[in-house]
């Protein structure tokens, strides 16, 4: 089955830790995105990626990092600079970022400081 | 002023009603717009894209209104199983011509009671 993975469901942060989300997608998309979600709030984009590589700031990255190795996979680091992680992380791919490119996310990662 | 913005709901509708959202954007630039499902601790899901001509889909509808700039979605005979989070998504250009990047509403929530 073609779609979006992302591990683990529930992910637990020390003080001062880095933490690493996974995002594998096996659509052959070009493009990636990471998105967090908190209650109340529209998802917000953290960072996204059109090709392997490379990748832009979205509009809240501060406290936050990714790599592009591989078209599959697209790898979120919440660092310990990020004040405020607590939050729904989601993964999206699409083939590209064009008008009408539909995204596909996957089930999410849930972030709890402890 | 936002750039999307949705009324946050709760609307509690019986079984069999109609019910809509509206939804209005601020960007006259941005050039395509979907709605998507999200349930309870889940990730949001397609619903369906929104043509300028209107578009149905089984007990859905969506329609756009660009002088006015928002979009709404039209639930016929309404289901249990209809009850979720409904997202405003617009697609709007960025500085890199050619890619775009989905702006999302916080959500409206739909409860179906029987």
């Known amino acids: 089955d073609g779609g979006i993975t992302q591990s683990p469901k529930y992910l637990f942060r020390k003080e001062g830790q880095n933490v690493t989300l996974s995002c594998e997608q096996n659509l052959n998309h070009d493009a990636m995105y990471w998105y967090r979600q908190d209650p109340g709030q529209g998802l917000r984009l953290i960072y996204y990626?059109?090709?392997?590589?490379?990748?832009q700031k979205g509009d809240i990255a501060e406290g936050y990092s990714v790599s592009r190795e591989k078209k599959e996979s697209f790898p979120l680091t919440v660092t310990s600079a990020q004040k405020n992680p607590t939050a729904f992380y989601l993964c999206?791919?699409?083939?590209?970022?064009?008008?009408?490119?539909?995204?596909?996310f996957g089930p999410g990662t849930r972030l709890l400081v402890l | 002023r936002k750039e999307v913005e949705q009324d946050p709901g709760p609307f509690n509708v019986p079984e069999g009603a109609t019910v809509a959202f509206n939804c209005t954007y601020s960007?006259?630039?941005?050039?395509?717009f979907f709605w998507y499902r999200q349930d309870c601790r889940k990730e949001p899901k397609l619903l369906m894209s929104?043509?300028?001509s209107g578009n149905e889909d089984g007990r859905f509808t969506a329609q756009l209104n660009r002088a006015s700039q928002y979009i709404s979605l039209l639930i016929r005979d309404s289901k249990l199983s209809d009850s979720a989070t409904y997202l405003c998504?617009?697609?709007?250009?960025?500085?890199?011509?050619?890619?775009?990047?989905?702006?999302f509403g916080t959500g409206t929530r739909l409860k179906v009671l029987a």
């Open positions: 929104v043509y300028s």
């Open positions: 990626s059109q090709i392997v590589n490379d990748f």
């Open positions: 999206a791919s699409s083939p590209l970022p064009r008008a009408w490119e539909t995204q596909y």
């Open positions: 998504v617009v697609n709007n250009p960025t500085q890199v011509s050619g890619t775009y990047k989905y702006i």
């Open positions: 960007n006259s630039a941005s050039q395509s």
